[in-house]
Structure formats: C-alpha cells, structure tokens
C-alpha cells in the first residue's frame, strides 16, 4: 500500500461558499477532510494543515516552509509521493519554486479547484483524487514537480493559470501537457529531458518584475537602479525587445551589475534574441541581459530568487538560464 502525504495550504478548495450572502470563504474546517474514504482501501494518507492561505498571500517564503517539509518527509517518514492543496492564483509559482528547489524522484503534485466544495460542479474533490492517484503512480516519478487539474498532468516549468474562473484554467502554452488522468489510469506521453534543482536554506533577494508596453520610458528601470534590489525581471515585446527609451535605464542597471533577465510578454513561443535594431533582442544580448527561453515572468522572477542564493556571479547566472 502506498503512503501518500497530503499537504493542505489554503486556498479555493479549502473554501466554502456562503449560500446567504454568496461570499467565498475559508472553512472552519477542511472541507475535503470528509472525503477521506475515498481512498482507504488503496492508499495510506497522512494530511496535514501545512498553512492556511488564499494563494494571493503565499510568498517566496511560505513556499520555502512548504519544500522544507516535503523535505523533511522524503527523509525519514517513508512516504512515497507528495499532494498539495493550494490557491489557483498562484499555484503555478508555488509548484516552479518546489521543481527549482526540491531534490526527489517520488511524485510531487499540486492541485487545486476553480469552484468550492459546496458549489454546484465543484472540482476539488475530483482534482485531489486524481492528484492522488497521479502521486500513487509509478509512472509520475522522476517528472518533476506536476500540477494536475481537470484530468490533465502539467509540468510545473510551464503550466500557467489561463482563465479567472473556468475549471479548465490550467493549461501549458507552445507544449501542452504531458499526462492525463482517465478514470483511476495515469498516462503519460511525454516528460522534461532536463530537470533543474538548487539546493536554498533561506529566500532573501530582491527582485522586481516589469513588463513590457508600447511607448515604455525607462523611468521605471532607472528608478529601480537607485534601489536596493539583487535583479530585475523584464516581460519583453514579442520574441524579446524593448522599446528604445527603456535602453538608458537597462544600461543603469548592468553598470550596477544587477541581472536583468527578459522574457517575452507573449502567451506562446520563447524569448530569443533574433531582431537587431535599437532594443531589439539581438543588442540587449550583446549588452548583457539574460534571455529565459520558455519562462513566463513570474516563473523567471523565482528562478532569479533562486539562483541568486546560488551565486552573483552574471556568467553563472546566464548559463543556468539559457542552457534549458
């Protein structure tokens, strides 16, 4: 029988709507916490209240709470794959930063629902056992950190949160996802050729995100250079260019010697450097600011954060994003 942590943090699938008033809230008590049964016969779970926040509260530092458990579980509780519970609005992050920073081949897998328990079509039920049975599957292990959600397995470097409120938020741009979940079968068609892991005790950088728009000054980027921050993360124009005005700013920074890290704005595709004209990608390069093909800009905020508890050194920096 296979022992499966359970590990609840907040969020919409800890939520019950108030029927007088309408209002999402949290429970009193997990709401999930009566369809336990569900599993009895097939899996040992262990669940625990983790935290207990909507995940517009969740930090870099709560997510640091999260990873040390799970690594404090795989070392010397004998389990033998990972459930989270979490907020939808930030879920994505909060998986990225475990994949970046979480050394494990047992299955780590975050879930969540659009709608709460008591609503009529609610999916945290149904998400959290396939997050289970997806955990409980062999096949999961050694694919890094999933996010699974409306029958679909993701990976956590690419998923991202893609409507507001339709159960079928999550979605991965340009890949797709690499599993699905049909009745109680995991099934998997494609995985990660590469997997990242840094090993971090604490999060205790600074690092902005901006994005990019038609007519951009560089008053924000040369702002930030009189700032006390460790790098900035810039979500780019089309394939990776920056309006012309920025240009003066990102000079400030790089003379600073702070990263500056570009990715693209845009839904699919990856930040590259192909245009050289004045702020195209192929000038920024040359100037020095890092490309993170594949990355949207919260994901690369985090790897930032990360690395930076690695290293300062601009090279490094640039090789751990590039080389993926």
């Known amino acids: 029988m296979k022992h499966i942590l359970i590990l609840h943090t907040g969020g919409t699938i800890s939520m019950s709507t108030d029927q007088s008033t309408g209002v999402i809230k949290p429970s009193s008590e997990h709401p999930l916490n009566e369809y336990s049964h569900l599993f009895n016969e097939e899996v040992r779970l262990t669940e625990e209240d983790i935290l207990q926040l909507p995940s517009p509260h969740m930090t870099p530092e709560t997510?640091?709470?999260?990873?040390?458990?799970?690594?404090?579980?795989?070392?010397?509780?004998?389990?033998?794959?990972?459930?989270?519970?979490?907020?939808?609005?930030?879920?994505?992050?909060?998986?990225?930063?475990?994949?970046?920073?979480?050394?494990?081949?047992?299955?780590?897998?975050?879930?969540?629902?659009?709608?709460?328990?008591?609503?009529?079509?609610?999916?945290?039920?149904?998400?959290?056992?396939?997050?289970?049975?997806?955990?409980?599957?062999?096949?999961?292990?050694?694919?890094?950190?999933?996010?699974?959600?409306?029958?679909?397995?993701?990976?956590?470097?690419?998923?991202?949160?893609?409507?507001?409120?339709?159960?079928?938020?999550?979605?991965?741009?340009?890949?797709?996802?690499?599993?699905?979940?049909?009745?109680?079968?995991?099934?998997?068609?494609?995985?990660?050729?590469?997997?990242?892991?840094?090993?971090?005790?604490?999060?205790?950088?600074?690092?902005?995100?901006?994005?990019?728009?038609?007519?951009?000054?560089?008053?924000?980027?040369e702002a930030l250079a009189q700032t006390d921050i460790d790098g900035v993360v810039i979500e780019a124009l089309g394939a990776g260019n920056l309006p012309p005005a920025t240009l003066t700013g990102v000079q400030l920074l790089l003379d600073r010697n702070i990263p500056i890290v570009l990715t693209s704005r845009a839904f699919n595709g990856i930040a590259q450097d192909i245009y050289d004209y004045e702020g195209g990608g192929k000038q920024l390069k040359s100037a020095g600011v890092i490309f993170a093909p594949g990355l949207s800009g919260p994901k690369a905020r985090l790897k930032l954060l990360v690395i930076l508890e690695q290293s300062t050194d601009h090279a490094y920096i640039s090789e751990v994003f590039e080389s993926v």
């Open 63 to 221: 997510m640091l709470i999260v990873k040390q458990r799970i690594d404090a579980a795989i070392a010397s509780e004998e389990i033998d794959g990972v459930v989270i519970t979490h907020g939808t609005d930030t879920l994505e992050e909060t998986a990225y930063f475990l994949d970046l920073t979480v050394r494990s081949v047992i299955p780590i897998v975050l879930t969540g629902a659009m709608r709460p328990t008591n609503e009529i079509g609610s999916d945290g039920v149904r998400n959290l056992q396939n997050a289970v049975w997806t955990a409980m599957s062999d096949t999961a292990a050694d694919k890094g950190v999933l996010v699974v959600m409306n029958e679909e397995i993701h990976a956590a470097r690419y998923v991202t949160k893609t409507h507001t409120t339709n159960v079928a938020t999550f979605r991965t741009p340009t890949f797709g996802p690499i599993g699905i979940v049909s009745k109680k079968e995991v099934m998997f068609f494609q995985k990660l050729i590469k997997t990242e892991y840094f090993p971090i005790e604490r999060v205790t950088k600074t690092v902005p995100l901006l994005k990019a728009y038609a007519g951009m000054s560089g008053a924000f980027l």
